[in-house]
């Protein structure tokens, strides 16, 4: 069996390609469904369940914390998946207790932030004049900002490589990864926010693959492009 590569044996990856990060998914899907499929299955199903229960009423929107957890134990099934190359039902858990509980308030400072942008929306469509629409600009634009960063920043939170390092200089990795490259993360991020619309219009697609596969290219993408940015070595050579 051959030894894994030491740190001299790696190199920093070349710029990824979102159509390669796509196909990569989608082979990984295939051949990972026997576990990221009961995944999604999960994440979709309480993703319909609490948003259906919040749609009727308002007052239960603080159980959509329950799927802040679930999103981070996919995620780290995809981002372990994209690193080892190999998938255990435990990654599950074991990418998500380290720094659980930091974790776990970004995710619902994320969802305060969307909100709040959100409530901007809604209130702007109903003011007169010139105020309204600038409101409405305004909430759009803060929400693709809150997406574009999440798209950047969970690959990193989750990331099997970067386990050790703290929470803040990852976080300002992916602040500094949207910086650096703004039009191909902002094409990623709205491919991936049009798969995950269509899904829901197709619920059986959401239930069943879509967020698997979302999280899947968003790793195959972010975390070379990631790597490449702070220089890190992370590609055996001869891959």
Do not use: C, K
């Amino acid at each position: 069996m051959p030894l894994p590569a030491s740190r001299a044996e790696r190199r920093v990856p070349p710029a990824p390609r979102f159509g390669s990060a796509v196909r990569e998914a989608g082979l990984d899907l295939y051949y990972h469904s026997v576990r990221l499929v009961p995944a999604n299955v999960l994440w979709g199903v309480s993703l319909v369940g609490v948003a259906y229960v919040v749609s009727r009423d308002l007052v239960f929107a603080p159980l959509l914390v329950v799927m802040v957890p679930l999103t981070m134990g996919l995620m780290g099934m995809a981002t372990t998946l994209v690193r080892s190359r190999r998938l255990f039902w435990s990654d599950a858990v074991d990418a998500v207790r380290p720094r659980f509980w930091s974790q776990l308030g970004i995710g619902i400072a994320q969802l305060v932030l969307i909100a709040v942008a959100a409530a901007d929306v809604l209130i702007g469509l109903q003011l007169p004049g010139l105020v309204g629409p600038v409101v409405v600009i305004g909430g759009i634009y803060t929400l693709a900002a809150i997406w574009l960063l999440a798209v950047t920043t969970w690959p990193l939170l989750l990331d099997p490589e970067r386990r050790r390092d703290r929470i803040r200089p990852r976080l300002r990795l992916g602040f500094m990864l949207a910086v650096a490259h703004p039009l191909r993360m902002g094409a990623a991020a709205a491919s991936l926010g049009v798969l995950l619309a269509v899904s829901t219009v197709l619920a059986a697609a959401l239930v069943t693959v879509s967020g698997a596969l979302a999280m899947l290219i968003a790793a195959h993408y972010i975390l070379p492009a990631a790597d490449r940015l702070e220089g890190r070595a992370t590609l055996e050579v001869g891959d």
